[in-house]
């Protein structure tokens, strides 16, 4: 912390004034490895949308070090993007299937489309007649979430004339699971249930359902491939008692000022004011860095273990701490306060909110400033962060 503290201060000094994403890389693939080691199966990382926030390339190529072979993003530009930074021997998944996107360019990149529907089944297969090799792709297959995947009337249509699998390799069979929260729950086990007989009207196919939750929760939904995002980046997505990855993000924010206000100043917008003198710190830290809405009323920041009360609402770039009970002079303009961290993790912040904390870490993640630790092995969004 204090490390990270000296750093802020020098680049609040050098006018960054805004609240810091910092991403522990080491934690990262010390995560895949206990997921890998939990799994009786391969573990594939799902990148998604930037990786949930967290940055594609330096999170993928750091797993990808880890020992990780297959990946899945959401659309074919994300496909693009990872293969030119991963092994070449690395699977991508790409999981909007070819959504108005030429087979060929998924060929060209060596990208499977995860299919839904016949039409692109279709396509695919016409973009490989005549070719030596079929064309790769999955099929998702919709089991009851009623979201995306094929719906069952359609697949059994398919699969009752076996030449539609000319010409295509069926690399994986998919579907999604309704109850992350509960893995427990009979309408998985349903679900379940289906897409295995639903597979067995293709010739032998690896088959997946695991994410994140039902890998802790038993072997038997571990099947061929595992898709985990979230506990890779230390979200704990369902009550989980053996969950043991560890947090991966915290977010900083630097003092911009403090002031001693006197009783009756007002505070913040819509003119709230002190009933007692206090003494405040402004922060670099609003909605435009990722602060969830709600944050500055349900949740605190930290000052080491000293845990401090918002003051008023927040603004875009602005909030106000109570630093009341800090010692005169303990905080100053340029130091930082912790806003997710070791007092109070990604985790406990998405409890306090009563959110997914995936919603806490895609929000910091699509909006505060990166800085990765050890430095990303590729420039992520061209910024040289140092390392800390
Ligand atoms: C996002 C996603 C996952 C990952 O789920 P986590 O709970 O974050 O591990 C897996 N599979 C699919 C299809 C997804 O969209």
């Known amino acids: 912390m204090e490390n990270r503290q000296e750093s802020m201060r020098t680049e609040a000094e050098q006018g960054t004034a805004r609240a810091v994403l910092h991403i522990d890389l080491d934690a990262l693939a010390r995560n895949y490895r206990r997921l890998s080691n939990l799994a009786r199966c391969e573990v ?8 949930y926030g967290l940055g594609l390339e330096a999170v993928s190529t750091t797993l990808a070090a880890a020992g990780c072979r297959a990946f899945w993003v959401a659309g074919v530009e994300e496909g ?19 959504f108005g996107h030429a087979p060929e360019r998924f060929a060209q990149a060596g990208l499977v489309p995860v299919i839904d529907q016949p039409e692109e089944l279709e396509l695919c297969a016409g973009a490989a007649r005549g070719n030596a090799a079929p064309f790769p792709l999955a099929l998702n297959l919709d089991t009851g979430l009623s979201r995306a995947g094929m719906d069952e009337a359609a697949f059994r249509q398919l699969a009752q004339n076996s030449a539609f699998l000319e010409n295509v390799s069926l690399e994986l069979v998919m579907t999604m699971l309704s109850d992350f ?13 289906r897409l295995k007989a639903l597979a067995d009207l ?25 898709r985990v995002g979230s506990a890779l980046y230390g979200v704990r997505s369902a009550a989980l008692p053996d969950y043991n990855c560890e947090p991966v993000i915290s977010v900083e ?45 349900t949740c605190q920041a930290y000052v080491a273990d000293r845990a401090l009360d918002f003051l008023g609402s927040d603004s875009m770039t602005l909030s106000t701490l109570d630093i009341s009970t800090l010692p005169p002079g303990r905080l100053r303009r340029g130091q930082a306060v912790e806003i997710v961290g070791p007092y109070q993790d ?15 870490l895609s929000s910091f993640g699509a ?22």
């Open 181 to 193: 929260e509960q893995p427990a729950n009979p309408v998985n086990a349903r679900q379940l249930a």
């Open 80 to 98: 693009e993007r990872l293969r030119a930074c991963l092994p070449s021997d690395s699977r991508i998944f790409v999981m909007d299937g070819l």
């Open 202 to 226: 293709l010739p032998v196919v690896p088959l997946s359902v695991a994410t994140s939750s039902f890998l802790y929760h038993d072997a038997g939904w571990h099947l061929d491939l595992a």
């Open 253 to 297: 924010a630097p003092v911009l000022a403090v002031r001693e206000l006197e009783a009756g100043s007002a505070i913040g917008y819509g003119g709230r004011r002190l009933e007692r003198a206090k003494r405040a710190a402004t922060l670099g830290l609003g909605y435009a860095d990722g602060l969830p809405e709600r944050f500055t009323q």
């Open 44 to 51: 594939s990382a799902v990148v998604k949308r930037d990786a």
């Open 346 to 360: 990604v985790n406990a912040v998405g409890h306090a909110l009563g959110i997914n904390p995936n919603r806490v």
């Open 367 to 388: 909006r505060a400033a990166r800085r990765y630790h050890p430095a990303a092995p590729q420039g992520d969004g061209g910024a040289e962060w140092i390392s800390g």
